[in-house]
Structures are given as structure tokens and as C-alpha cells.
């Protein structure tokens, strides 16, 4: 289990939370498992729903879709559907796998008080037809408040990877093998990730760097 907080989490894959750099680590910060964590903990620190969007007004090309997907079959995150209508209505239209109507309605705020602001501002689109209500302004997106991508790269293999091979699983293969993982059963273990791509990856790997 990570004994870093999710603000340090969160910090590593690129949201400028500190006003300092936190010194490097050798745990691995999972991107898309950090953006699932902090999605369950938007009912109870509303402030994470805009910094995810901003993060992801950023480095949304670089997320795994089919990683959150299982992520959200493991255990359900409706904030995560809603980062992900932000992040469709922004234009990242990949993210709209993860979008589904829900069966009870979400607010950030108490519904009364979301339906009267909603009267007098107006509201976020897309949000209402899957059980969001957010009224316009609520989700503040602000670039700056995640770290350009040439800062990223420096700290943070995975993303590093994510640049050079797209957003895929072999590009978190080789950024495991590059941690010290020794097969692809402890990869495939680690990851999530079914035992072909890492065996196949793997052996590529080998041979590329031989």
C-alpha cells in the first residue's frame, strides 16, 4: 500500500498542488489509477473535480481509456464519468467510452441549491442528460494548474512513455520493465494487464536491447 497522500499522488503525474517539487520516488504513481482514486474522493473534497479537468484540459491525449473502463468495473467512480464529460465537451472525444447516463442524479452541492443556481447562471452542457447537475462557472478549468508536458517528461516515466508510444499498454510495459520488473507475469500482475501483451512486449524489448 503507497504511504503517499493523494495530493502527493496526484502532485507525481502532474497537478501543481505544492508550492515546492516533492523529491522523486520509486513507488510507481499510476496515472490512471490516480485519477480513479481521487474521482471517488470528489463527494468529499469538491475541489478535485475542477483540478482533474484542468489536469486533463492538459494530458488528456495521454490516459489509457480501457484502464479507467476497468477501474470502473472494479469500483464504480460517477465523478469519473462526469471528468469525462468535461473532458469530451474540451474535445478529447475518446473519453466518451467512459460516458453513461446514471440512474440517480449527482451535485456537487445540495440538489435544491445546484437546480437555483442552475436558474440563475444556467449550466455546464452535456451534464444533465447523464445525472450531473453543474451549474455554469462550478468547474473552474485552469491549465496552469497542471504542469506543462516538458516538465512532466523529466519526472515521470510513465508519461514519458505515453509520448513515445501513444497511450497504451505497451508503453506501461516498458516503463515497467524500466522500474526493475523481471517478467511478464509480475508486469501483467502489476498492471492489470493480460499475460500476451507483456510476454510478447517483454521479449521485444529484450531483443531491442540486447
Not at 22 to 42: F, G, M, R, Y
Not at 45 to 51: P, Q, V, Y
Amino acid at each position: 500500500m503507497s504511504k503517499l497522500t493523494l495530493d502527493q499522488k496526484l502532485s507525481y503525474i502532474g497537478l501543481q498542488i505544492f508550492s515546492t517539487h516533492l523529491k522523486p520516488t520509486k513507488e510507481w504513481i499510476d496515472i490512471e489509477n490516480t485519477l480513479h482514486e481521487a474521482s471517488l474522493e470528489v463527494p468529499r473534497d469538491t475541489r478535485l473535480l475542477s483540478l482533474l479537468c484542468s489536469w486533463v484540459s492538459v494530458h488528456g491525449d495521454y490516459v489509457i481509456i480501457e484502464k479507467l473502463m476497468k477501474l470502473q468495473k472494479k469500483n464504480f467512480s460517477p465523478w469519473l464519468v462526469a471528468i469525462a464529460i468535461c473532458a469530451s465537451n474540451i474535445g478529447f472525444h475518446k473519453w466518451k467510452r467512459l460516458i453513461q447516463k446514471q440512474k440517480k442524479t449527482y451535485a456537487l452541492v445540495d440538489q435544491d441549491l445546484a437546480l437555483s443556481s442552475i436558474g440563475l447562471k444556467g449550466e455546464e452542457p452535456n451534464f444533465r442528460n447523464k445525472g450531473f447537475l453543474v451549474p455554469k462557472g462550478s468547474i473552474r478549468i485552469r491549465a496552469s494548474d497542471a504542469v506543462i508536458s516538458e516538465r512532466l517528461v523529466k519526472n515521470n516515466p510513465q508519461y514519458r512513455n505515453r509520448l513515445l508510444f501513444g497511450a497504451s499498454w505497451r508503453a506501461d510495459i516498458v516503463t515497467a520493465i524500466q522500474k526493475g520488473m523481471k517478467t511478464p507475469s509480475e508486469i501483467a500482475k502489476n498492471l492489470g494487464c493480460s499475460y500476451e501483451p507483456a510476454h510478447r512486449i517483454y521479449r521485444e524489448y529484450s531483443l531491442a536491447t540486447v
